[in-house]
């Protein structure tokens, strides 16, 4: 692949000043990752580093940083979490500490709520449901309506209300170090907001209970679910930065099968979607996860948006979409790909570049277990583009496109209209990748 002409190395920009207390810093732009003393850095109010990706764009990504005590909180609760998001027209800065694992399928009194719970009162009965659109009786020339489609989509409505939580903008949400801290059940909803960080969290088990049916769904039919853990609608001036995301408990392969489609409750773990701009996705890891990241919720999505950055991510246990892109200007640098089957996870492609994407993919690292084929690593419609250099197979120098390419009838197209500058913590060398990453991305590393 044709490597862009900004390739070069910023070690020596990374270097940070610390004190001898501090053990470890400095693995990614401007983030300390491990400090002997939690005072040494206040991550609370942090903000984005100068040149971190898209996110640095323009005005950058603050978050929270400007909040004043008033708006400042801790939560550990579903309620205390829904209290200190407030109003999502509300664009007064605020920091929220979320201390340990808050369940979002819970009530404001905690008490614990079930798929029954959410279908109570709606009529809605799984076995009513598949009875009413069975193929066999219903065809599968249009989607479901009626009695059982409307009963559906009420409880899914009684669930959404419960477990997605819209963040205002000017917001940091993060985890407390040391307390083990995440959402499980939830999804967090930046729609229509500027400037949102989301930080050392855990996400899992977001889970969507009353999926549709939708027989025209290609040629077979498919189950499609709600609910991404993080999900960006119209989003400016996010940054993702050490959070882990993944289905567990409940894994796909324990899924049942309803008209011969896998009934599907699990949705994205993080898209950005809906003219979504200016995003910096950096030392997360996505893992046991089937639909991982959608960037372009269609062909049509927003032109001239849609740019992100993604780098020192890992992903491993995933099937795709990592990304999927469409329409804008992503850049993909510095992750590493582990395409073992995990979990019954058995990944079909790591990156697709449709719609026109302009992909600069760079200095990435796969693994690829015997038997594996470089040519599935990418993917695409004919349209996208995928350009860079850098990028080893199992430590070693790989044209992916032209892999790619020499398998498939749709090529993948190697230049891109644009030149990625916002370039801080690039690494040009992959080798050491897998290593560097395996202690200091996801959830639970930051002190």
Known sequence: MAAPSHRRSLRGRRALAVSAAVVAAGVGAGVF???ANADAVDLYHQTLTAKDGWAASGTGTTGGAKADSAHTFTVASRAQ??????SASDTTPRIIKVKGTIDANTDDSGKKLTCADYAAGTGYALSAYLKAYDPATYGRAK???????????AAQDKQAKNIVFKVPANTTI???PGTGAGITGGSLQVKSVDNVIIRNLAFSATEDCFPQWDPTDGDDGNWNSAYDAV??????????????FTDAPHLDRANPRYFGREYQIHDGALDITNGSDLVTVERNRFTDHDKTMLIGSSDKDSTGKLRVSIHHNVWKGIVQRAPLARIGQIHVYNNVYDTTTVDGYAPLYSINSRAKAQVVAEDNYWTVPSGGKVAKLLSGDGTGSVAGSGNLVNGTATDLVAAYNAASSKKIRTTVNWTPTLTAGLETSAKNLPTELATTTGAGVLK
């Not at 979490?81 to 407030?86: E, M, R």
Request: charged share 15%.
């Open 231 to 244: 999900t960006l609608r119209g989003a400016t001036h996010v940054w993702a930065d050490h959070n882990t």
């Open 33 to 35: 990752v491990m400090t």
């Open 81 to 86: 979490l829904v209290k200190a998001l407030g």
């Open 174 to 176: 993060m985890g407390v």
């Open 143 to 153: 989607l479901p309506s009626g009695t059982q489609e409307k009963a559906r989509a």
